[in-house]
C-alpha cells in the first residue's frame, strides 16, 4: 500500500457496476458523483451502453488512467473486477459490495482472497461491505448514501456506513464541514492506521474524528496516532465499551475486540481523544477545528447572570481545568469598568443590566490577564443586551487576543443569528454551559498531548539469552505454567528478587540457607498447589538450624493436602521486610489487537476488591510508568501517607519498564502475575512469580 | 404560611409599583400581566393617575378583594408596603424588589424585618430579590421577564431568575410546557419545601424541578421531598457542587452550603433525582412528564443501523438498565419477519433497507416480550426509511403497549417533522442515542423511587438520661472535646464496646483488669494526645501480672512526651481480636443545612485514602444504613470476600443507627468519631471515641 492522496482526490473515477436504475447502489455512486466531482466519472457495466448520459465501458481495463475504482458489482464477481483493475494499473479501489467477512461463511474465504489480490498487487482497497468515501476537495461524493458533506477540514473514519450518513444529515445543520471521509467496511486491507496517516500528513486535515469498533493492530495504531497526534488531534469513539456493547459489535462487525482496558490505555498512549458520546466527538471535533490551543488552563467566565455562572463554575471544577486567578490590576481594571453590584472576581458577573459595551469591557480585562488561558461568555437572554453585538464583541476579541473561547448563550431560536456568527468564527457555542466547559477542556488536553516529549521506552541491558534458555527449557520439560522456579527469569531481566533458589533435597535446603543472611522463608513449589500457606506450605522466619526440618514438614504436609500434586521442591529465599514495605502487583495478560498489556496495583485488596488499577500496553516508556502511579488511588501509600516511609519509586519504575520489555522480548508469555513485588524505601524485590507460555510462539 | 394555591390561581393581582415608563420593573409586571392574564390586574402606584390604560390606586389598601401583591418599589418603601397589604388582609404577596439580604449591610436587616411582619399576618412572601411568578393555569405571568411560559405540566422553582428567563426562552423552542414558576429569591419566607409540598398536592403537576443553590432546612426538605415523590418526580440541579462552584454560589446569592455529602445525601434519601446539567435537567423532565414509568430495567434497542445500535448499547452499559432477553417465541417471531441479513437479537438490527412496516414489525414484537420494560427506537436516514411514518407507528404502538419508549433520530433538519410527532405524543427524541438511554434511565430511576416502601428510622430503647448526665458532667468539667473516657455514652445507647474502664491509679488499673478474662489493652487517656501509639501510650495484650508496672510506664511515657498534657487516666480495656473483625469507622459531622451527617466507611487507609466512604443525613432508616453498605467499594471486605469470615453486618447496622438516634437525640454533639467500630463475625465493638460538644445546645 502506498500514498492515499489520489484516492482522494482523483481525476477520474470508474464506478464499475454503474446502473441507472433508480434504487440500486450503481445508480446511486454514479449519480453522486455526477452532481458535484470535479473530475471525470466513467460508467463500466457490460450489460449497459449507457448509464446517466455517460457511455458505459465493458470493463475498467478498457479505460486509460483510471484513478480510482469504485466496485458495486455482486460479491462473487467482485474478485474478478479487483484482479483486472489491478491488472490496469489502477491502485486506489473502493469495494462497495457486501458478502466478504461480515456475511461469514463462503464471505471469509472471499475476503482473504481479495487481500491476497490486493498483496499481490500492492492495491489500496477499501471495505470490502463500505459506503465509500468522500473527499470535499474534489466534491467527489463517492459513496450511496444520500448526501454530500460540506468542505471543511474534518476527516472522518468510520466502521459504521449508517453512522456517516447519520452525521452528514445532521452536520449539514451544524455548519461542520468536512475535507474527507471514508467508510471503512471491513478494513481487508486499509485501516484506521492508513487514514491516520494519510490525514496526519495532509496539511489540510485539521483534526480527525474515528468511529471505531475495533482496531486491527494496536501496537501499529498507537505508533502511528503518537506521531500523527504531535501536529493533529485525533477524536475517536471505540464503541463497545461495555460488556453488552461489545457483544453487539461482535454481532455487527464481526469485530472481537480486546479488553476495553487495552483501548483506553492504548488511546492515551497514542493521544488519541477518546469519546463516548457522539455529542461529544463532534463538539471536540468543532473546538478543535475552531480555536487555537490554551496556553495555560486557567478559565475566566464571564456572564451577565450568577445562577448560571455558579453551574458553569461547577462544571469547570468537574474538569481538567481551574478558575483562574486574576491579578491585582485585572481586579483594579474590572472594579473600575463595572457597576458596584457586579462581581469583579471569576466568575465575573457584569450583572443583568449590563449592554455589550460593558460585557466586551469585561471579557477584554479578562483575556489581558496572563493567568486566563481560556474564556467562557455566558449570556442570558435581557432587555439590554444584544445576542448579536456580544457575539460580534466576542469573534473580535477573540480574533484580537487569540485566546481560545467558547460561548454559551442561554436561549432559545433567538440566539440563532449571534450563535451562527460565533460558530462562523469557530467559536463553539451551546445551551448547556457544561458543554462550553467540557470543549474547552478537549482543548487543555490536546494542549498536553503535543507537548509531550518525545519518549521512548528504555532498553535496558538485560540477559535474553539466558532468558530464552529458561523458558525453552521449561517447554522441553512440557511446562506451560511456571512459577517461583522461574525466578531466574526476572533475575536475568534485571527485576531484583530475593536472594534464594529452589531446591528439591534438605541438604541443599540448607546449603542454600547458609548462603543466606539470617533467618529465611521455605514455601512448597508445585504447579499443582496454588493456596500454599492454606495447607501450611509457607514456614517465615525458619532460623537456619530449622532449615532441614522445616523442608521434611512442607513437603509432608503437601503431600498430604494433594497426593497426586507433582512437587518441584521447596524455595528456600531471604526475608523481606515486608513491615517497611508496600505490597504491589504488576501484572501482564495479551490483548488481542494491543498485545502485551501491563497491569499496576497495590496488592491483594487494593487490585482485587477495590479494582484500583491502572494499565499501559508495553513496551511502557519512564513518564508512562510514572502516569500509572498518578492513575492509582492508591498510590499516596506508596508515597508515604498514614507516616509511612516513602517506596523507592524509582525502583519500582523500573521494575515495570523491564518487565514490560520482558514481555515484548517474549511474544510467548501470555501471561504473567508478579504477586508481591514489595517496594520498599530502598529497592524492590520480585517475592513470587507464575507465568503462562504459549510454547507456539517460543 | 398557608395554603399556596391562591398564590398560583388568583382572581385579582395587585402591581404595587406599576408603572408605564418603558424599561422599568414596573412596567414590565404590569404589561406581562395584561397581556395574559386571565383575572384582573390592579395597578397601585401613587404617584400616577394611570398606568397602561388602568386606573391607579394610591394604596393596595384602597382595593378589594386582592389576591396577590406583586411589591415592586424601592427597597427602603418596600416593608411599609407589605404592612399594608397584610393589613388589606392580602395573604400572597411576591417582592420583587431587591436590596435586602443579597446587599448585605441594611439588606439584611431590612430582610429580618420583612421576616417578622410575614409571621406577624402569617403571610405568604415569594422573595424578596425575585424574578416573579408564574401560572400558566390562569394566564398569569407576574415577571419582569420577557417572556410567558407555555402551559404544560410541568413547575419550576429557581434560585436563579436569569435562569428562569434563558429556560422560557429556550423552553419555547422546544415544546416545553409548564404549569408554575417561581423565582424564588431570597427565600425569607417561602423557599423551596413550601414549592415543593405546594406542587406535590396539585394534580396538574406531573414534574417539579428545581435550580437550587442551597436548602434552607434540610431536614424539612427531605421529609417534604420524601412524601412528594412517592406521587411526584422532582428533579433538581444543586448548584455550587465543586469547591469552586460553591464559593461561587456564596459570591452570588449568599449561600454557604454546607458540604456537598450533605446534599447528595440528602437529595438521595429525599428521592430527589439530582442532575448535574442543564440538558439532563430538562431531558429528565420531559421523559418524566413525558412517558409512563417501567414496569422492569430491561430495554429492547431496535435500529435500523448496527454501528449506533452497539453505541446504544453501550449506554445502555453505562446506565442502571440492562438489555433486555428477548423470549424464545419473541426471537422465533423476529427470525419469521425480518430478513435473514437483521439481527433479531437485541439490538435488533432491522437493517439498512427497512421500511416503516419492518421497523414496525420490530418494535411490536419486541413491545410484547414480557422481558422489555423500554424500547429505544433508533433510526439512521434510508432511502426506504420514512421518518415521519416511524414517527407515526411509535406513538401508535406507545399508546397501545403503555411501555416508555425513547427516539435516537439520527439526522438533520429532515428528522424535524417525526421529531414534533413523537415530542407532542411525549416521546422523548435525540440525536445521540446516549442520551435517549440516559433519560430511559431517569425513568427507571423514579419508578425505584416510586416503589420504596415506608421507611422510619427506628428508635430504640436507650438510656437518653444517662446519656445527658455523661455529657452535662463533661461540659461541668469544662470539656467539649471527649475521648474514651466517655465510652459509658456509647454504652448508654445500646452501642457495643469492650469491657473496661477509665482508671486514674495502678490499683484500679489492676481492680478493673481483673474483672476481665485474659489480658488487656491499656491505652493513655489526654485529650491533649492524639498519636497515643506513636508516644508509647498504648501497650496490647498486658498480662494481668503486669497491669501494675504497665499503667506506670505508660503515664510516664506520656508525661515525658508532653509534661503539659492533662492526663484523664489510663484506659483499660478487654482485648477484641482484631484479626477475625474488620475496622470499620463510623463518623458524624453537623452540616449547616441537613443536621448530623453519618459517615461510614472501613476504617484507616480505606476512609482516609481511597475515600471509599457513604453518607446519609440521620435519623437513618435500616434500609439506608444497608445502601450504604452498597455504595462502598470495601464492602466486599465485609461480606467475606479473600476467605474472610463475614462479619456480623446487622450488628453492625444496628450500632450505626443507634449512633444515629444519639446525635438526633443530642444536637449539641458536633462531630463524632468511633474509630474503630470492629465489625466481627458474631458482633461489632466500638473501641475508640472522639467527640466535640456545642455547651450552647445541650
Known sequence: MGDLSTLFAPQRVAVVGASDEDGTVG?????????EFDGETVAVNPNREEVLGLRCHDSVADVPDVDVAIVVVP????????????????????????GFSEAGGDGSSRESELLAIAEEYDLNVVGPNSLGIMSTSVGMNATFGPRSADPGNISFMSQSGAFITAVLDWAADHDIGFRDIVSLGNKAVLDEVDFVEQWGSDPDTDVILGYLEDVNDGQEFIEAAYEVTRETPIVAVKSGRTEAGASAAASHTGAIAGSDQ?????????????????????????????QPLPDNEGVAIVTNAGGPGVMTTDAVGDSRLQLADFEESTLDELSDSLPEESNIFNPVDVIGDATVERFSTAIEIALADPGVGMVVVLACPTATLSFEGLADETVRLQAEYGTP????????????PAADKLREAGIPTYFDPARAVNSLDALAEYAEIKRRDRIEATTFDVDQARAREILESAVDRGRTQLGVESMELLDAYGIPTPQGEVVDSPGDAERIAGEIEGDVVMKIVSPDISHKSDIGGVEVGVAQEDVRDSYEDIVVRARNYQPDASIVGVQVQEMVDLDTGTETIVGVSRDPQFGPLVMFGLGGIFVEVMEDTSFRVAPVAEPEVREMFDEIKSAPLLRGARGREPADLDALVETIQRVSQLVTDFPAITELDINPVVAMPDGVAAIDLRLTLDQEKL
Chains 1, 2 share one sequence.
Not at 264 to 276: C, D, S, T
Not at 405 to 416: F, Q, R
Open 262 to 290: 487495552a483501548y483506553e490505555a492504548g488511546f492515551k498512549q497514542a493521544g488519541v481523544l477518546r469519546v463516548e458520546s457522539v455529542q461529544e466527538l463532534f463538539d471536540f471535533a468543532s473546538v478543535l477545528d475552531g
Open 27 to 35: 445508480h446511486a455512486i454514479t449519480s453522486n458523483l455526477l452532481s
Open 75 to 98: 460479491a462473487p464477481i467482485a474478485l474478478q473486477v479487483l484482479r483486472e483493475a489491478a491488472e490496469a494499473g489502477i491502485e486506489d479501489v473502493v469495494v462497495i459490495t457486501a
Open 405 to 416: 473561547i467558547a460561548a454559551t448563550l442561554m436561549g432559545g431560536s433567538a440566539t440563532e
